[in-house]
Each structure stands twice: as structure tokens, then as C-alpha cells.
């Protein structure tokens, strides 16, 4: 998604025109905000330019974001495989489909580190009393079941589209508009998994066990050994590499990273 392809850089602009061959899609839009929630400019259709108003209220970014995840998947082929992911949280260390593990009518979700979401404690959430019954996010908090993040999602075309449709017909019934119900709507569906064809694979990756991996907070990555300082990489649990790191830009990331440039800088003589 970019604001305005006016804004950019000829150069850059000319880039993405290049590549709209091999599959590139781009919105051209302006995110209309209002007050911290977001409505999104429609279009009719490609030929008049013409806009539609959104039939939806004011709501949280993440929410407009699976709305452009679906328009852009409905440009690929049936077959193709997609990864949906928050591009400002991520970090490619190598190429996510190098590798054949993402079979045909595959999807895949993600778990967040227990230090960073956890259904113990989430009651008081509007978004999850309004999605799960009560006694459900009590039975899930006992259990400790993961927390899936909305984050990403990784599959193929049909399954995501199918997922995305669930997502939003669940932000429709339950009028789930506004902070946490990305996080909530997305675990309601996949916890209950109803309406998916038999035929579908339908994996769920505990965190740091898998092609994309949720960073903890820094402070596990360090008590865990999870960067490698020497080869500058994160790896799983495992010990392998991870393709795509999420939450790259927390803070306490890039505070770290910041502190590594600085002292770096110092040995160096000009």
C-alpha cells in the first residue's frame, strides 16, 4: 500500500510499474483516519477512479488491513502461495518460499510468545467478552492456549481468501470495530475451525518453530541466546534460521541495534 504513487520517487514508481508483470499489486490510497480509526476509500472500478462510501464504521488499522490483504489476493491465481504480514514489524533474513513447506491448500498461523500475549489476563478485553463466552477464555487461560497473532498469515490463495472472508463476516456480526479484535476475531475462528473444507491443511506454528517467528521481548532474546551475534541473525528455537522475523521494530530492538551502530561508530577513525 502506498499513499499516493505521486509521492514517490520516479525511480522507485517506475520499479513497481516494472514488476506489475510478475504478480506486484499496489494500492493507491489514502487511509482516511478518524479520530484513532481508520474508514477506506473504495473504488467502483479501475476505469472511472470514481469512490465508494465505506458500508463499514470507522475501524482499527489492522481491521483495514485484512480488507486489502483480500482485495490483493484476488489478483493472484488460485494456486499461489501468499504471506499477509504486517510489513512494518517485519524482517526478511532469507526468502520465505525458497522452501516447498507450503503444501496446496495449506494455512498457516502463528503463535506469540507467552511474555507478549497471553490469554491469562485479557478478560477485562471488550473485544474477547464479545467474542468468546466467558467461560471459554477462563477454560483458555487455565490451558494456556497460545495466542495466535493477526499479524501474518501464510498459505495459499484460497485459503487465505477463505480465512479473511470468516475474518470479516466475524467483524461484521459480533460489530467488532475497534482495538483487540484482530486479536480476538482471528483466535475465535481458528479455536472453533468450522467451515473449512475437510481437504484443507490448517497448521498452527508454536513460536520460533516455523518459517516466520514472533520475536519475544528483548530481554528473552538475550537470556536465550535467539541472536546469533556472530552471523547477525535470529534463529528458532531449534536453532535454524527463520525466513521472517516479526516485531523487528519493538523497541527494545531497535534500542539495542542503536547501541551496536553508536559503539561501532566510536572505533572508527576518520
Given amino acids: ?41 473504495v473504488y467502483n472500478n479501475n476505469t472511472s477512479r ?28 488460485s494456486t499461489t502461495r501468499i504471506l499477509a504480514i504486517d510489513g512494518e514489524q517485519a524482517f526478511f533474513q532469507s526468502n520465505p518460499f525458497a522452501g516447498k513447506e507450503c503444501n496446496s491448500l ?10 507478549e500475549k497471553k490469554f491469562k489476563g485479557m478478560e477485562e478485553y ?11 477464555l477462563k477454560r483458555m487461560s487455565e490451558l494456556k492456549n497460545p495466542v495466535i497473532t493477526p499479524a501474518v498469515l501464510f498459505g495459499h490463495r484460497e485459503t487465505i481468501d477463505q480465512f479473511i ?5 466475524s467483524m461484521d456480526r459480533l ?17 472453533r475451525q468450522e467451515g473449512f473444507p475437510i481437504s484443507y491443511q490448517l497448521r498452527h ?15 528473552v532474546i538475550e537470556l ?9 541473525v535470529f534463529r528458532n528455537w531449534d536453532n535454524s534460521t527463520s525466513p521472517v522475523i516479526l516485531n523487528y521494530f519493538q523497541d527494545e530492538v531497535q534500542d539495542y541495534f542503536n547501541a551496536k551502530a553508536e559503539a561501532f561508530l566510536k572505533e572508527l577513525k576518520f
Avoid at 14 to 21: C, M, N, Q
Avoid at 106 to 115: C, Q, R
Avoid at 127 to 135: K, S
Avoid at 165 to 169: C, S, T
Fill in 50 to 77: 470514481e469512490f465508494v462510501t465505506d458500508h463499514r464504521p470507522p475501524r482499527i488499522r489492522r481491521l483495514v488491513y485484512f480488507e486489502l490483504y483480500l482485495a490483493w489476493s484476488r489478483q493472484y491465481a
Fill in 1 to 41: 500500500h502506498v499513499k499516493k504513487l505521486d509521492w514517490l520517487p520516479k525511480d522507485f514508481v517506475e520499479f513497481l510499474r516494472k514488476h506489475i508483470d510478475h504478480g506486484l499489486v499496489v494500492y493507491d490510497g489514502l487511509l482516511q483516519s478518524v479520530d484513532d480509526a481508520w474508514v477506506l476509500p
Fill in 224 to 232: 536465550k541466546g535467539l541472536y546469533d551475534e556472530e552471523k547477525k
Fill in 205 to 219: 506454528h508454536l513460536q520460533g518453530h516455523h518459517q516466520v517467528h514472533p520475536l519475544p521481548r528483548f530481554g
Fill in 175 to 191: 460489530k467488532c470495530y475497534f482495538w483487540f479484535c484482530d486479536w480476538a476475531i482471528i483466535n475465535h475462528i481458528w479455536l
Fill in 165 to 169: 472472508v470468516q475474518m470479516l463476516d
Fill in 126 to 136: 471488550e473485544a474477547l467478552r464479545i467474542t468468546f463466552p466467558r467461560d471459554h
Fill in 106 to 115: 495449506e494455512f498457516n498461523v502463528y503463535s506469540e510468545h507467552a511474555v
